[in-house]
Structure formats: C-alpha cells, structure tokens
C-alpha cells in the first residue's frame, strides 16, 4: 500500500479515494497491525498526510498509519456536528446564584477538528445544553478569568482569581465554582486557601480527567457536584470536588490544603493526605465526614491578601544529591526553598555547607517529608538536630506543594524570618494538624489475600 500511493501529494486521500469512503464515515478497517471499527475525522491543521485518523467505538481516536491499511469498508455515513447546543439557561428567584470562574480547564467540551483541540464550553447557554441538570441546582452566571493549561498557572492566575473571588463575594453569591486543570489543582487549591481567608460562601475547584468528548468522561457529573456544593453545601471553605471511587457513584469533598492528585490518569485521581475528606455529594445530597469545618454565613466579611514571593523553590532530596542544588538557589537571590526530606526529614552531610550559607544569606528553609504522610520529627535522629542547627525549620506534616506556595505567600508578607516562622507553623486552613487520624494514612496493597478478599466484597 505504501508504494501504491508513494507518489501521491496526499496519500491518507488517496486511500480514501481508493476505498470509496468518506470523512465521517463510519467503518471496518483492516491494516496490517490489526482489525478497527469507528469513525474516519477530519484531519486537524497539524496532523500529517500520512495517517488516518479514526475514533474508536470506546471514544479513544488513533491514527492509522497509510501504508498499513489492506481495506476499508464503510458501514454507514452521517456528518456529525460536534457544537454544544446553546439554550438559554433559566432564571429562578427562588435557587441560589452561583458563579463559575473559568481558568482553563475543560468542564465541559467539544472536540476542534479543525485543530484537533479540546474547546470547553463555557457560556452559561453552552453549559446549559451541554449539563441541563445545573438549572435545577442554582442561577450560573460564568466568567473567564483566563484560559491555561494547568501546568502554566502560577502567581499572575492565583492572584487574579483570588481577587475575583472577592468581587463575587461582595456582590452576594452564595457560592464560587472555579473550573481547573487536575495536573495543578492542588497547589491552586492551597495558595487560595491562604489568599481568600475567613470566606462565607463555599469556594469549590473542579474538573476532568477525561474530557466531554469521551464516553467515559467525569465532566459533567463532577460539574454537577461542585455546583450542588456551592449551592447547598454549609461548607465555607476552598474545597476541592472530583470523582470518588472509580464508579459513578459520589464525589468528594477534599479541603484545599490536605489534597493532593495521586494518579496520572484515574477518575478517582485526589486523595485527602494524612486525614479524612470533609464531605461526599452526591446528585440527591451532601453527606458530612466531619464537623469541624468552616461553615457558611450571610457576611460578606472575606479576607482577600495576595501577597507572593516568587523566588521560593522547592527541592527533593535524593541520596547523592549535590550541594550545588542549594547553592544555585543562593546564587539566583531565591529567599526561600522548601525540602521534601527523607524518613523524618533528612538530607546527606554533603548538603551541610550549603544550607549552612543559606542561614547565613537569610533565606527561609522548611522541611518537610517525601513521604507526604506523617510528620516531620527532626528531633529524634542526630541529622535532623544537626539541620536544626543550620536553620532548617520542621514544616510540621504539610504537603511539600503547600509548605511551597505557603512559604511563598508569608514572604511576600514581610522579611523578618521569625514573623515568617510564626506564619508558617500557624494554622491556617487545615494546612496543619495535631494528629494524623487512625484513617488518615490508608494505602492497600493489592495481590495480598487480606486486601482481594476486602475488594471482593466491594467490588461492582
């Protein structure tokens, strides 16, 4: 087949042409790699002469390399349009207002065939016809504060939202939802926590692992859970709102600065680190794991307090690690670095003199574990008291990422390192606990009898 169409400007037309089938068709192609069934798309403005591509049955699109395929068969034809349906979503005096500030993450969305880009939608008309559930829920109105991969957020974007997150809140709603790529979720979720204090309202980050263009897309149903929270919820906190188990069947609720996004690809990604989540929800209801959260009021009285040091960096250790890791971060004027230690929350000897004329330069340093459950205890070891004595400071059991961006946030407060200690080692947003619950650290080990029969049993 390769040499067939060797001369071709256009071999992926040719085939097509050779075939008889059509763009949108849907059909059975035999290739040399295999048998596939699904629907021949547009090429987008990127993609290459010499593949085909096809969207599978399962919703997952491959391309077909020209010179593999034997045959096409085509078994049907119909153009799609791939727009969201626009309606204009309904007013009611009676629900609740909510808004929804966009920052990039796809909520709900259409496929780009032209580009082959994921276009979230994002128009309340759009949302509306895409997730008509949400007009029995509460009023949305949205805004798109900016639209970024996750991985690109940073100060410019948390500053931002965390002062639209004030204007909201004086004008009255009665709940924020900030739709957001999972990748970086959780770091956005903390520095919100210590930007936008003492809120009255829910404030309730979401998004996808799949987008809506995929059938096994959590979009929409993780879209409806953040809403009903904000609507509904007493919770008056950053909370973060994603899939549970793997299934359909509830969200959780997981505070800001306790969560973390644990697996590159599941739908149940979040996990609530060294504690419990705050809440399920669920279509029907919002089911409390704990009492001893911030609930909500009918002020208006947030506390919104942007500052940010951006020359703070955080390091993980590894064994071997040089001194000129630290160094470097001297070097280039960085006031404060965060360590993800080892065990207890070590370094080697090597990394001494470094962190030594870090404590001389001024520069803020924490500790805290790699291990992200437990707490830093740098008491216990001869290591630990020795890092003590070079000015490293126990971070007590915070995440790295929110030692990171709290660390960040007290340094573009003030310069007196002990006004940044207290800052730092003061609670704020749950950052911090006294003890880490029985069920606060659960990690099943699968294959062992004990956990397979326990699997077994919940298994659907």
Not at 72 to 90: L, N
Not at 281 to 294: F, H, N
Not at 327 to 345: E, H, M, Q
Not at 381 to 406: D, F, I, S
Request: charged residues 25%; glycine residues 8%; aromatic residues 8%.
């Amino acid at each position: 087949m390769e040499e067939a169409y060797k001369g071709y400007r256009d071999p992926a037309l040719a085939v097509l042409k050779e075939n008889k089938v059509r763009v949108w068709s849907d059909v059975e192609m035999d290739t040399s790699r295999g048998n596939f069934k699904g629907i021949i798309l547009p090429r987008s403005e990127t993609a290459d002469e010499r593949h085909i591509v096809l969207k599978l049955h399962n919703g997952y699109n491959i391309g077909v390399a020209v010179h593999t395929i034997r045959q096409i068969r085509e078994i049907s034809y119909k153009k799609a349009e791939y727009k969201i349906p626009e309606k204009e979503f309904p007013y009611d005096p009676k629900k609740p207002n909510v808004k929804l500030l966009g920052t990039g993450g796809t909520i709900a969305s259409r496929l780009d065939y032209r580009t082959g880009a994921v276009i979230p939608a994002f128009s309340p008309g759009e949302l509306y016809g895409s997730v008509p559930e949400l007009a029995d829920i509460c009023n949305l109105e949205t805004e798109k504060l900016y639209g970024v991969f996750s991985e690109n957020m940073g100060p410019e974007q948390w500053i931002a939202t965390a002062e639209a997150i004030g204007r909201e809140i004086e004008k009255g709603v009665q709940g924020i939802v900030i739709g957001h790529g999972t990748d970086v979720m959780h770091h956005t979720a903390a520095i919100l926590s210590f930007m936008v204090q003492n809120s009255p309202v829910p404030i309730v980050m979401v998004g996808s692992q799949r987008s809506s263009d995929r059938p096994s897309s959590d979009a929409a149903l993780n879209l409806i859970h953040a809403v009903k929270t904000t609507a509904e919820s007493d919770i008056a906190e950053t909370l973060v709102c994603m899939f549970g188990p793997t299934s359909d069947q509830y969200g959780i609720l997981h505070r800001g600065t306790r969560v973390r996004k644990m697996h590159s690809s599941y739908r149940s990604t979040f996990r609530t680190i060294g504690d419990i989540p705050l809440a399920l929800v669920d279509r029907e209801k919002i089911t409390p794991l704990r009492s001893d959260y911030k609930r909500r009021r009918d002020d208006r009285d947030v506390i919104i307090n942007t500052a940010f040091e951006e020359k703070v960096s955080i390091v993980y250790y590894y064994p071997n690690m040089k001194p000129d890791i630290i160094d470097s971060l001297i070097d280039n004027g960085y006031r404060g670095i965060v360590i993800a230690g080892t065990g207890l929350g070590h370094v080697n000897k090597p990394v001494y003199p470094a962190l030594k004329r870090a404590q001389e330069k001024g520069i803020a340093v924490y500790m805290t574990v790699q291990t992200l459950w437990g707490y830093v205890q740098m008491y216990v070891y001869e290591t630990g008291r020795e890092l003590q004595q070079l000015g490293v400071v126990p971070a007590a059991n915070m995440l790295p990422e929110v030692a990171y961006v709290k660390l960040a946030w007290a340094l573009g407060q003030t310069d007196d390192l002990a006004r940044v200690k207290e800052i730092m080692l003061t609670p704020i947003a749950g950052e911090i606990t006294e003890r880490e619950p029985y069920n606060g650290y659960l990690i099943y080990q699968g294959g062992i009898p004990e956990v397979e029969a326990f699997l077994r049993k919940i298994k659907r």
